[in-house]
């Protein structure tokens, strides 16, 4: 939603501006711009297609991107002794990143919690599939990805990110009512047990916002700039 400085000195000079959000500052107003949405890999939208799989629990999706986010991580660990009283019903999916996947396991494990602990997940198509409710940061990719899946979220906006960027994108989620958000240093243990109980408890919110999540997808975005590119060769 916010182009870096790099970005905006090059939108003055190229011929065609795409951009992944219709609310994207600075440039959405340049008559040289199309909203397309950010591209997305084919197998992630071949796996939009198929049918979730139905584990007979709930299923917490846990991202904190490619590396993890230890302090995602840490307050999911503190969250659980305040999830002790729908343990049974949840299925956690949960990528750490390589450095904290030993430590995380084991506290699943002390906590009794049914869990698939993986430090990087190969196969997104089908966790983002089968997820009820996915807890992660807001990057651009993972917001494309999200609603291509028409998922519920609660997002938590990495706080270094440039020009606090990821919480921009959060909050068009956010309005929309496509998804929760919590800034990172409000995040604790206990408030993320209550919005996770809340949501398992309300099926219609996740179902409201799963359908506010799937509208803002745009899964011919990679094919609306390739024929906008043509367009523009006068192809």
Not at 83 to 106: F, K
């Amino acid at each position: 939603t916010i182009p870096g400085i790099t970005n905006r000195i090059l939108a003055r000079f190229v011929n065609r501006i795409f951009i992944s959000f219709s609310e994207t500052r600075y440039l959405s107003s340049m008559k040289k711009t199309q909203f397309t949405g950010n591209p997305i890999r084919k197998k992630l939208i071949d796996g939009s297609l198929k049918s979730k799989e139905d584990k007979g629990k709930f299923t917490l999706l846990i991202l904190g991107g490619s590396q993890g986010a230890h302090s995602l991580n840490e307050k999911i660990l503190d969250a659980l002794d305040y999830l002790m009283p729908v343990r049974e019903s949840l299925n956690i999916i949960h990528q750490t990143g390589e450095a904290d996947y030993q430590w995380v396991c084991q506290v699943y494990r002390e906590k009794g919690f049914t869990s698939e602990v993986v430090g990087f997940i190969d196969d997104m198509a089908t966790v983002y599939r089968d997820a009820d409710l996915v807890i992660c940061r807001a990057g651009a990719t993972t917001i494309s990805e999200l609603t291509l899946y028409g998922k519920a979220s609660v997002l938590v906006p990495y706080p270094f990110a440039a020009n606090n960027h990821q919480e921009i994108n959060a909050r068009v989620l956010l309005d929309k009512g496509a998804a929760k958000m919590v800034l990172n240093g409000d995040l604790t243990g206990e408030n993320m047990a209550e919005m996770i109980i809340d949501l398992t408890a309300d099926p219609i919110a996740i179902s409201r916002m799963r359908q506010e999540s799937l509208k803002l997808g745009r899964p011919g975005a990679a094919e609306d700039i390739v024929d906008s590119c043509y367009e523009l060769l006068g192809s």
